[in-house]
Nanobody, 121 residues
């Protein structure tokens, strides 16, 4: 089995910062892309930022300049540093990863349980 465990969500005032972490554990051979997605009430889940195993990154226009994604391959962990938070950033943030569990298997997508981020005005 593979588990993605997120931490670091919470309540913060507008302009504040939070750092999310997501650690992958279990039967893992290699992790390809790791990323963060968010879903606000009534909205579809959307990409926030993603990073490849080699360190390339891509972010949504709405968070560029404010959010930074990074990863530690040795720890199978991805981070999301969120600065200058706005009320519209309020959502459940999900960690996602594309993982190959064994050399003879295909890559599969896995999701964390979600972390609530609430930004008050």
């Amino acid at each position: 089995q593979v588990q993605l465990v997120e931490s670091g969500g919470g309540l913060v005032q507008a302009g504040g910062s939070l750092r999310l972490s997501c650690a992958a554990s279990g039967s893992i051979f290699v992790i390809n892309d790791m990323g963060w997605y968010r879903q606000a009430p009534g909205n579809q889940r959307e990409l926030v930022a993603v990073t490849t195993r080699g360190g390339s990154t891509k972010s949504a226009d709405s968070v560029k300049g404010r959010f930074t994604i990074s990863r530690d391959n040795a720890k199978n962990t991805v981070y999301l540093q969120m600065n200058s938070l706005k009320p519209e950033d309020t959502a459940v943030y999900y960690c996602g990863a594309v993982i190959r569990r064994r050399p003879d298997t295909y890559y599969e997508s896995y999701w964390g349980q979600g972390a609530q981020v609430t930004v008050s005005s």
